[in-house]
């Protein structure tokens, strides 16, 4: 069975600086879809980032990236230029998917303070 | 702009009560998802759906049941509420993966539910 762990319950990060999330994997499937999401203080769920597992290359999206280690099973998110306004609960995912039916994994979260 | 809608934000019901809980996107998603969010457990797959009256059990879909008699609904019931119920309740829905659609999850805002 998968399995998704976030080590990080709680995280504090000074405005302007960078900060990485952590978040390892269990599984045996070869293709599947990682994701990082956001959860602001009584917001909605926000998809930051997507990887596919068979793409070599770490998805970016302007201030957040993934190092993402496959042979690791390793999917950490780097923040760059951190904001008041990244301050929420951030889930790792896995998802795999076939025949109709989707297989969705979530961390336990990691609560980001981003301190002024 | 994708919209999920959850038709409260917060619930207080008694045990034993019959409690229905109804999501609605307006992307015409083929996907939809009911998740309970706990403290320390994260996101937990309760059932999901990946068409009309098509439906299937997530990791804990004891004491819960679902309807999808309409693409944009998803009804989330408890037959009989508990107070090991007590949760809160996301709803998501999503195209499935295929490379003219990006497959992310869209979040509604979550019920707060209690069981007293």
């Known amino acids: 069975a998968q399995t998704v762990t976030q080590s990080q319950p709680e995280m504090s990060v000074q405005e302007a600086e960078t900060v990485t999330l952590s978040c390892t994997y269990d599984?045996?499937?070869?293709?599947?879809?990682l994701f990082w999401y956001k959860q602001p203080p009584s917001r909605q769920m926000i998809l930051v980032i997507r990887q596919e597992a068979y793409k070599q290359q770490n998805a970016t999206e302007n201030r957040f990236s993934v190092n993402f280690q496959k042979a690791a099973k390793s999917f950490s998110l780097k923040i760059s230029d951190s904001q008041l306004g990244d301050t929420a609960m951030y889930f790792c995912?896995?998802?795999?998917?076939?025949?109709?039916?989707?297989?969705?994994?979530f961390g336990t979260g990691t609560r980001l303070k981003v301190l002024a | 702009d994708v919209k999920v809608t959850q038709s409260s934000r917060y619930l207080v019901k008694r045990t034993g009560e019959k409690v229905f809980l109804e999501c609605v996107q307006d992307m015409d998603h083929e996907n939809m998802f009911w998740y309970r969010q706990d403290p320390g457990l994260g996101l937990r797959l309760i059932y999901f759906?990946?068409?009309?009256?098509?439906?299937e059990k997530g990791d804990i879909p004891e004491g819960y049941s679902v309807s999808r008699e309409k693409k944009e609904r998803f009804s989330l019931i408890l037959e009989s509420a508990s107070t090991n119920q007590t949760s809160m309740y996301l709803c998501a829905s999503s195209f499935p993966p295929r490379w003219d659609k990006t497959d992310t999850q869209y979040f509604g805002p979550g019920t707060r539910l209690t069981v007293l």
């Open positions: 759906s990946y068409d009309v009256k098509m439906k």
């Open positions: 995912a896995f998802m795999k998917h076939g025949s109709g039916t989707y297989k969705y994994i």
């Open positions: 599984t045996s499937e070869s293709n599947y879809y």
